[in-house]
């Protein structure tokens, strides 16, 4: 059984940072695409990024680029989002989902974790 | 950028009765070479994450009910369910991945 478990999330300050991890298990880590999907309270969901299976691609929604990066550790099976210089319009739930691929490139998202609630606030 | 406009932003249909979602995006996710639509739907129920519905626009994903269908090509896409059941209560969402990703709005489907 595919299992995403999110952690990290919490209560931070504007202007500062958090790292969401992602822990997997169930499934050939190394074999998949990886997104962090985020939902603000009562909102829809929006994209956030996005990384190839050797990590050697590397996609973001433009209101996070440069201030949140994406990376994995393949041997811990574990997918993490560094998020710096933290704004209100960040507070959200963060999903980790494991996305199909398609001739290279990733695709539709078939499982998600039960997320991990960021709150930036002073 | 793509952008995914879902219409209605919320419907309310009796128990047993049609409901259709529209999604239309800025510009086409259909890979005309693959004749493939790279669009999704998701439903969301309160207080779970997405559950993936159906991958390149008609796909359904196994253990998802026949009731559910995708359509559409292009820019236009539908999602229907034929019979509304009680545990279809969840806000609804298209997604195209032929670029980076992008969700529409939400559809919230409610029963009358």
């Known amino acids: 059984e595919v299992q995403l478990v999110e952690s990290g999330g919490g209560l931070v300050q504007p202007g500062g940072s958090l790292r969401l991890s992602c822990a997997a298990s169930?499934?050939?880590?190394?074999?998949?695409?990886m997104s962090w999907v985020r939902q603000a309270p009562g909102k829809g969901l929006e994209w956030v990024a996005s990384i190839k299976y050797e990590g050697g691609e590397k996609y973001y929604v433009d209101s996070v680029k440069g201030r949140f990066t994406i990376s994995r550790d393949n041997a811990k099976k574990s997918l993490y989002l560094q998020m710096n210089n933290l704004r209100d319009a960040d507070t959200a739930v963060y999903y980790c989902?494991?996305?199909?691929?398609?001739?290279?490139?990733?695709?539709?998202?078939?499982?998600w974790g039960q997320g991990t609630l960021v709150t930036v606030s002073s | 950028d793509i952008v995914m406009t879902q219409s209605p932003d919320s419907l309310a249909v009796s128990l047993g009765e049609r409901a259709t979602i529209n999604c239309k995006s800025s510009q086409s996710v259909l890979y005309g070479s693959h004749n493939k639509n790279y669009l999704a739907w998701y439903q969301q129920k309160p207080g779970q994450p997405p559950k993936l519905l159906i991958s390149?626009?008609?796909t359904r994903e196994s253990g998802v009910p026949d009731r559910f269908s995708g359509s559409g090509s292009g820019t236009d896409f539908t999602l229907t369910i034929s019979s509304l059941q009680a545990e279809d209560v969840a806000v609804y969402y298209c997604?195209?991945?032929?670029?980076?990703?992008?969700f529409g709005q939400g559809t919230k489907v409610e029963i009358k």
């Open positions: 169930g499934f050939i880590f190394s074999d998949y695409w």
């Open positions: 390149w626009a008609s």
């Open positions: 997604q195209q991945y032929f670029s980076t990703p992008v």
């Open positions: 989902a494991r996305d199909r691929e398609y001739l290279g490139s990733g695709t539709e998202s078939d499982n």
